[in-house]
């Protein structure tokens, strides 16, 4: 466990690794237990589970995730709970916090997808495209569930269509565990030695406006 072995202590914030995908349609069982799996793999390395505090894949993420001891924070769309509940009919089991940015299902996308250090998606329809769309423009680290259908099985040839470099790395894989261990790789080298620069000089407590 590479990350959980680095992180100084409690003075940094855990790895968050987002898992989107589609929150209804079809939903295979083979595929939901690969999910749940990658949840509980998610949990015991030590990472922080972020999903759209939606149905379908992504809470099969969070049920994994919570049968290990995880924490889960969700990014709602709606303003606060009784919305959550009502309007959009999503669930609240398995959440250790949920954020309400009462910008929709399209507008919370951006705080969603943000608040990851490392996205896999798993899946997906249209929201799960923009998404995939956010992530890739600002250089994420993305992993792509292979053989989980829906826009997932298009993303090679969006990306060859895009035909822009945004910085970030898209890695492939079947195996949901396997694909989270590259992407943690990734992250270590790539995105932590940047944090760990940072910290340098820096009070962990933050510093007092004058």
């Known amino acids: 466990m590479a990350y959980a072995s680095t992180v100084p202590g409690d003075i940094f914030p855990r790895m968050t690794v987002g898992v989107m995908g ?21 949990a015991e390395r030590g990472c922080v589970l972020v999903t759209g505090a939606c149905p379908g894949y992504p809470h099969e993420a969070v049920k ?23 309007k959009y009919t999503s669930p609240t089991k398995g959440y250790d916090a949920i954020i309400y940015t009462g910008s929709g ?7 969603n997808i943000r608040s990851c250090d490392v996205v896999i998606f798993v899946g997906g329809r249209s929201g799960t495209l923009g998404e995939f769309a ?12 292979e053989g989980t259908g829906g826009i ?7 990306i060859g269509m895009i035909n822009k470099e945004a910085g970030g790395i898209v890695c492939y ?6 694909l989270l261990e590259t992407l943690e790789q990734a992250y270590m080298e790539l995105i932590f030695p940047k944090y760990l620069q940072a ?10 406006d004058n």
């Open 22 to 42: 589609s929150a209804g349609g079809e939903l295979p069982p083979d595929i939901c237990a690969q999910v749940y799996s990658l949840g509980q793999a998610i």
């Open 152 to 158: 997932t099985s298009h993303l090679k040839t969006i």
């Open 64 to 86: 994994g995730a919570k049968d290990k001891g995880g924490v889960v924070v969700g990014v709602s769309p709606a303003l606060n709970m009784e919305e959550h509940i009502l």
């Open 105 to 111: 299902l399209m507008g919370r996308e951006i705080e």
């Open 173 to 178: 894989d079947k195996n949901p565990v396997q």
């Open 134 to 145: 956010i992530a890739y423009d600002e250089g994420k680290i993305i992993g792509v569930l």
């Open 199 to 208: 910290m340098e000089g820096h009070d962990p407590d933050g510093t007092p």
